[in-house]
């Protein structure tokens, strides 16, 4: 079975801020790593993905991760918070992209507040 | 593409009532999921279709929901009766390979 642990289920940061958000998985066989974020009463949108491949991964809107084998981690970082980031950040896990079917396995979320 | 269509966006009912939540895939899309969305229980996977084919249902939480999926462009997720506890955000996602596509979401307001 895989889960991730989202550390921290608020965070807050400067504009002009680094952001991390940080996220743990466990997983019995490699794991395919997704960022998500929900702004309020949306959906959820993906922001990037670790399947195979370079282990920093580049996404949408300036966010960033890498993928870390030894540290079974995936953290969200991006060099400078925007008011337009405040949201909340979803870390999600899978071990199938075909077969049983990519479900995914969510963490409990990160709320980020970007303050001036 | 228009991405994954929820409806209702918002529906508030009584207690006992059937609630019908709609979702149109992304075309091309093999895969479908439900996931319901609530403060205590975060983002919980209730069903998903592989192929119009219900493939794992372990997570709907009793026979009173039911989902079925009779295309490949549209799925429903049924409730019968409702309870105040099944008030939540539900979300429709599709898949094709790697990438999950979320719907906007259905929020539902059992009273």
């Known amino acids: 079975a895989q889960s991730v642990t989202q550390l921290g289920s608020h965070v807050s940061v400067s504009e002009g801020a680094l952001v991390l958000l940080r996220c743990n998985y466990s997983?019995?066989?490699?794991?395919?790593l997704f960022w998500y974020v929900q702004y309020p009463n949306q959906g959820l949108q993906l922001l990037l993905k670790?399947?195979?491949?370079?282990?920093l991964v580049k996404g949408i809107n300036g966010f960033e991760a890498e993928f870390k084998k030894s540290e079974t981690s995936f953290h969200l970082t991006k060099p400078s918070a925007h008011m337009s980031d405040a949201a909340e950040y979803f870390c999600?896990?899978?071990?199938?992209?075909?077969?049983?079917?990519?479900?995914?396995?969510f963490g409990t979320g990160t709320q980020l507040k970007v303050e001036l | 593409d228009a991405g994954v269509i929820q409806s209702p966006r918002h529906e508030v009912t009584e207690m006992g009532q059937e609630v019908t939540l709609r979702c149109k895939p992304i075309?091309?899309?093999?895969?479908l999921f439900w996931y319901r969305q609530t403060m205590m229980r975060g983002l919980e996977l209730l069903i998903y279709?592989?192929?119009?084919?219900?493939?794992?249902d372990s997570g709907m939480p009793e026979d009173r929901f039911s989902a079925k999926m009779p295309n490949a462009s549209f799925s429903t997720l049924k409730i019968q009766p409702s309870e105040p506890r099944d008030s939540a955000v539900y979300f429709c996602?599709?898949?094709?390979?790697?990438?999950?596509?979320f719907g906007e979401g259905s929020w539902l307001t059992v009273v």
């Open positions: 996602a599709s898949s094709f390979r790697e990438s999950i596509y």
């Open positions: 997983s019995s066989v490699p794991p395919y």
């Open positions: 670790y399947t195979t491949g370079a282990t």
């Open positions: 999600a896990v899978t071990t199938s992209l075909t077969g049983g079917g990519n479900k995914l396995t």
């Open positions: 075309s091309g899309h093999d895969y």
């Open positions: 279709f592989n192929n119009n084919v219900p493939i794992d």
